[in-house]
């Protein structure tokens, strides 16, 4: 792996994603690239801030001619999803990204990319250090730990921005303007449970099922991939009622917005029936894969002998542990009505943890929905199932959507600029994740804002990837859409104003 990428064009861009590549940055382990970032704006002059939720914002006065133009917002996120193959040795909290080009594409060896959304990142930075840009005021807003809660966006204060255009630069379709996203919620649920001796005549084995695509856990539900918690628990329900299994620890899934891509668990089941075990789950293996066949060809269910010398947890609550994720909605629960082929609402079983010393289980969801009675019908369908089961459900961590605006003067303008440039319209759309939009929309909402951004595929994943090709349209398109920003609104006085002018001057 080498700094290839460097040399790639636009090279401002590009060189500026490199570095980004370079500097560990998962969510909560940000200070560096903050740090990094906050000094790119220093040395090149600009104004420069961080606010107390550890957004950069720098300022970039307007070129010469277009200081009557409306101020923009370039805003993007500086963190990114830690997802690695099993495989991999790799710590995201020390260890740069290994990056290298396979045709059209960057990929990472093994890891997430962070394109998502360091791209848009790199871009901003070009914009500010440009010499040769034609644009109005500018400002980026690089905002904290969005991956994980949205932090920074929840914690913009108002007033601080002075902008009146939001250009978001973290959807992943070029060619696409994105005008509304799905609000979302978080749910954890958590089982208590006793632990049990295990009885001399038990032997131990590990499960698991690997090999999974995985992805976003909004851009990529529609496409119907597995999720290895549910598969584990397929799995563990019918070894359970065939041959009495049971179960020591479970460890599946990693982060609250991924789609589960590996499952783990400790089992235990009486010598005389481990040959029964074996024959079961390779066939179940067998059912499952086919089921899957075309967007899971890679999945992988084992079962392997190993020494359990540990204490099992209580048949009650692995029984109500196992039925209730069997019977828990997951994936696309309902599509739009208004805008054909998009999600409007979803539900993914994120985590499921076992914690030893604390006796838990732990299980984490992420709620999507752009109808927020939809959403909350969903938490209460969540919460009966998970209650009744004996689970104890918290809510934590909502934020809304946000909603489209079809007269928006920056779209009608992104769409005329792009017409002219290429010749063809791009798409509208609003998309099933949670952009920071809504949020900042809360607390500016005098802001017009659009999304847009390059070709990624697979985010949040180990197989991420960012189209080379679509990397350049984004960026001349943005430099494009820069120099066609609307003059900013002119009060005109009437005349009752003049002769009130009049008359307070007497």
């Known amino acids: 792996m080498n700094n290839e990428i460097s040399n790639l064009e636009p090279k401002a861009l590009w060189e500026n994603f490199y570095a980004l590549t370079q500097i560990p940055r998962p969510s909560h382990y940000e200070e560096k690239v903050q740090e990094f970032v906050f000094n790119f704006g220093v040395n090149l002059g600009l104004e420069t801030l961080k606010d107390d939720s550890g957004n950069i914002i720098i300022r970039k006065p307007a070129t010469a001619g277009f200081e009557d133009r409306k101020g923009v917002i370039l805003q993007a996120h500086l963190d990114m999803v830690p997802q690695k193959n099993s495989d991999k040795k790799h710590d995201f909290a020390t260890d740069p990204i290994e990056t290298y080009v396979d045709e059209d594409w960057v990929k990472a060896n093994g890891t997430t990319l962070g394109a998502d959304n360091g791209i848009g990142a790199a871009a901003a930075m070009a914009v500010l250090a440009a010499k040769n840009l034609e644009h109005g005021p500018i400002e980026a807003l690089f905002t904290a730990t969005e991956e994980t809660g949205m932090d920074g966006a929840e914690g913009l204060k108002a007033g601080i921005m002075q902008g009146e255009i939001m250009l978001n630069t973290d959807s992943e379709d070029e060619g696409e303007l994105y005008v509304g996203c799905a609000g979302g919620e978080d749910l954890t649920v958590e089982f208590q449970y006793k632990k049990k001796e295990m009885p001399k005549n038990l032997i131990g084995g590990r499960l698991s099922v690997t090999g999974l695509k995985g992805g976003h856990s909004g ?27 049971r179960l020591i620890s479970i460890d599946g899934g990693s982060l609250r917005n991924a789609i589960p891509r590996e499952a783990f668990g400790l089992v235990a089941v009486k010598k005389k029936k481990w040959e029964k075990l074996v024959r079961l789950v390779k066939k179940e293996a067998k059912i499952i894969c086919k089921e ?38 997951n994936g696309v629960i309902r599509m739009s009505d208004g805008m054909p082929g998009l999600v409007e609402t979803s539900t993914n079983l994120a985590v499921v943890k076992s914690d030893a010393k604390h006796k838990t289980i732990r299980l984490q969801f992420l709620m999507r929905s752009s109808v927020d009675s939809v959403k909350a019908d969903l938490g209460n369908r969540m919460k009966a199932l998970f209650s009744l089961a004996g689970g104890k459900v918290k809510f934590s961590g909502a934020y809304p959507g946000w909603n489209p605006n ?20 791009p798409e509208i759309k609003a998309i099933h994740a949670g952009l920071e939009c809504g949020i900042l929309g809360g607390t500016y909402p005098n802001w017009d804002m659009i999304s847009f951004g390059p070709t990624i595929r697979f985010p949040h994943s180990p197989d991420e990837k960012v189209n080379i090709p679509s990397v350049a349209k984004f960026w001349d398109f943005l430099v494009e859409t820069l120099k066609n920003i609307p003059v900013k609104d002119v009060e005109i006085a009437t005349k009752e104003d003049s002769e009130e002018d009049e008359d307070s001057e007497v």
């Open 406 to 425: 079809m007269e928006s003067p920056i779209l009608k303008t992104m769409l005329a600029t792009y017409e002219k440039k290429y010749g063809k319209v």
């Open 219 to 245: 851009m990529d539900i529609i496409l119907q991939r597995a999720n290895a918690n549910k598969v584990f628990f397929r799995l563990l329900n019918i070894a359970h009622e065939k041959c009495g299994v």
């Open 292 to 329: 899957f066949e075309l967007t899971e060809p890679d999945m992988k269910i084992l079962l392997e002998p190993e020494d359990a010398i540990a204490k099992l947890i209580d048949k009650r609550t692995q029984i109500h542990l196992t039925k209730s994720i069997l019977a828990c909605p």
